[in-house]
């Protein structure tokens, strides 16, 4: 959700709001990194704990993820298949949902033009299938980290700032059980 405000009568800035419902100004680089931080963090224990895919465009993505830390199972869209063959290979290995009606798998495409095709046609072909798919992710970090980064293989770069904000997740969880 955005919100604006006229800052003068010829120019506007643009608020996000968070999950809070409190504004985040996108110029504040540690609110930013910790929403991101937050969601990331999250992914990262599902993907963890619960199997829980993450579909990236190439290698150099995956990489990216295994340097903040992602153990679980990723998949790289470009392996060399045809997107048919990925698709079905993408059902057949984690399935529609969760017994408990979660998404088995988030798609982590780059947030510019042809990741966004790409999203989209692997999405469609997926939902064809009744697989439930996660974007919360994607969705995440295209609003809070688009200044910095408009692809996933950036993120290992940036991990010296997210990792903090993602290890808090994990601090916060083992504090509730």
Known sequence: MYVLRQTHTSSRTIFTVNELGATMDPTNTIQRFAT???ALGEARRRNRD???AIIVEGPRDKMALLRLGFD???EVV????GMDRLTAYLYETYGTRTHDRRSTMTLLMDWDRTGGKLQANL???LESFDVQIDE????VLMRTLKPETRVVES?????GALVPHMDMVALI???DI
């Open 50 to 52: 619960e199997g829980f």
């Open 78 to 81: 470009n392996r060399g298949w």
């Open 136 to 139: 919360d992710l994607r969705k």
């Open 173 to 175: 969880r083992k504090d």
């Open 123 to 125: 999405r469609r072909r």
């Open 72 to 74: 679980g199972p990723i």
């Open 155 to 159: 993120l290992g770069g940036l991990a």
């Open 36 to 38: 991101a931080g937050k």
